[in-house]
């Protein structure tokens, strides 16, 4: 299966920023689309910013001045470049990857999505 390892989180003033970072492994021979998510104590979890494979990107309305992502799917790895950061910014913040084929000894299989274990962010007031 494939694995997604975020780095990069960590506790930052406000008005700071923060880039994260994201890498898929395993035997991927394809990924529709990856981003990032993040959810914050009491809330449901809620999409940040999406890439596809063509380079189309997508945020939420609260982050689309101020967060940029970037990548390439191609290699497997995307950013989030977080600037003029908030309080409410605050939350652990998770990469996801989008229907992906992966290579297995006895030919392809597709995963709908995956997960990594999350990279906490901390905006101070």
């Known amino acids: 299966q494939v694995q997604l390892v975020e780095s990069g989180g960590g506790l930052v003033q406000t008005g700071g920023s923060l880039r994260l970072s994201c890498a898929a492994s395993?035997?991927?021979?394809?990924?529709?689309?990856m981003g990032w998510y993040r959810q914050s104590p009491g809330k449901r979890r809620e999409l940040v910013a999406t890439?596809?494979?063509?380079?189309?990107?997508n945020y939420a309305d609260s982050v689309r001045s101020r967060f940029t992502i970037s990548g390439d799917i191609s290699k497997r790895t995307i950013d989030l470049r977080m600037n003029s950061l908030k309080p409410e910014d605050t939350g652990v913040y998770y990469c996801?990857?989008?229907?992906?084929?992966?290579?297995?000894?006895?030919?392809?299989?597709?995963?709908?999505?995956?997960w990594g274990q999350g990279t906490r962010v901390t905006v101070s007031s």
């Open positions: 996801h990857a989008n229907k992906i084929l992966m290579a297995i000894r006895s030919g392809i299989t597709l995963e709908n999505d995956s």
């Open positions: 395993g035997s991927v021979l394809s990924i529709e689309s």
């Open positions: 890439i596809d494979s063509t380079g189309t990107s």
